[in-house]
């Protein structure tokens, strides 16, 4: 005799909470809206209110619920429709972006937890030791939540020194759309890089540095024009391509003049299409300050990548950087130092096919929407964080539909 099937528990109803969808989050809401374990509804504006980073379009796959925000002061900003979201029988899990600055957050983490709901924090996290009553602000924040979705190692071992357990804390890295690069890579003319370095520059035969950013003061741009003109004084020259814009632009066109630097600014691209050939035509990325998705991006074309080593000033996708496999890092704030870790980059035209493949394997190991699919089901479902399930279960692959 045989006894009855016991029923199938429900999938979790997740609400996914952000102010808004920049347009590179586009690829992990498609991938989270493909969960075989969990059903998720992404809430949030279809505007960024504190600038103008561009807005992500969906699939009819992905379920979007308008969550309007209104700008307080600075970074600090009401969001309609959080509180009610926690309060309503419409979702079991609330995933919020973990902003210690939006109020309608830490009312809807605490709502949602007295009524019973799971609560989990998406963001950086710790960057450095807290030592300001901000970084103690924050601290208290987090402890809203049940587990936190960490981008990187670094957050969650300060999270461990200050009391979180490690079972708490999800390691689900950051993402692009690595997809669409392998696909723009692999729809590239085999002389793809001789074309554009003919079109990009007067001396196409010289190696190639390239960085996409916004050109803004923070991103110490100037540093990476200044180190190639030390560069170029030995006797080393390089071609530089800018991919952004910004208010800084004038002023480096400038100084790129002054310090005879070849430097083309393509302004701001979106498209792989058009970002492919330009990032797989260069030698190296370099990102004088902090690096972000753009180390991710360059990664992912097999392009290593070069930025400074403070890692409490720095973004978590740092920690993908292997000093001499998957690019260098250097003395923060130091020219000099950053010259000399571009210098061994720039003695051959291209990268070695081994550190091109060195770059790629990081990403399509750690750093897709596939990975982190998996990565935050595992936390919504209520597992333990483990740091190493990729072994246990297997490197996660795209869903089928990706």
């Not at 003919?198 to 990476?224: G, K, S």
């Amino acid at each position: 005799m045989t006894s009855p099937a016991s029923p199938a528990k429900a999938r979790p109803r997740v609400a996914v909470v952000y102010h808004f969808y920049a347009h590179y989050r586009a690829a992990v809401v498609e991938e989270l809206a493909r969960s075989t374990v969990a059903d998720y509804e992404f809430l949030g504006d279809d505007r960024d209110f504190q600038g103008s980073i561009k807005a992500a379009t969906f699939s009819d796959r992905v379920r979007f619920r308008k969550c309007p925000c209104r700008q307080i002061k600075g970074p600090t900003m009401w969001q309609r429709g959080v509180i009610g979201a926690a309060l309503g029988s419409r979702y079991d899990t609330i995933v919020f972006l973990s902003s210690p600055y939006w109020p309608a957050t830490w009312i809807g983490a605490l709502v949602a937890r007295l009524r019973g709901k799971r609560v989990l924090f998406w963001g950086i996290g710790w960057i450095a030791q807290p030592r300001k009553l901000k970084d103690r602000v924050r601290a208290a924040y987090y402890l809203l939540a049940h587990d936190l979705l960490l981008y990187g190692h670094n957050a969650k071992q300060i999270g461990i020194a200050e009391g979180f357990g490690p079972e708490r804390m999800h390691v689900v890295f950051n993402s692009l759309n690595y997809a669409a690069q392998r696909e723009a890579e692999a729809g590239l003319p085999a002389d793809s890089v001789t074309q554009v370095r003919q079109r990009l520059f007067a001396n196409p035969d010289r190696p190639m540095v390239v960085c996409t950013t916004r050109l803004v003061p923070h991103r110490r741009l100037d540093m990476l024009i200044e180190a190639l003109r030390l560069l170029r004084e030995e006797g080393i020259e390089a071609n530089l391509a800018l991919v952004g814009d910004g208010p800084e632009r004038q002023a480096l066109e400038a100084q790129a003049r002054v310090a005879q630097v070849p430097t083309t600014f393509t302004g701001a691209l979106y498209r792989e299409e058009e970002i492919a050939p330009i990032m797989t035509a260069a030698n190296i990325l370099v990102a004088p300050g902090m690096s972000g998705l753009a180390t991710m991006h360059a990664l992912g074309y097999g392009v290593p990548v070069i930025t400074h080593d403070d890692p409490f000033e720095q973004a978590p996708e740092s920690e993908a950087i292997q000093a001499g496999v998957t690019g260098d890092l250097f003395r923060r704030g130091d020219v000099h130092d950053l010259a000399r870790a571009m210098r061994p980059w720039l003695a051959s035209p291209r990268p070695p096919r081994h550190v091109a493949e060195a770059c790629r394997g990081i990403v399509a190991r750690f750093y897709t929407p596939w990975f982190q699919r998996a990565a935050i089901d595992r936390a919504v479902l209520g597992r333990e964080a483990d740091d190493i399930f990729w072994l246990r279960e297997g490197v996660p692959q795209p869903s089928e539909a990706s």
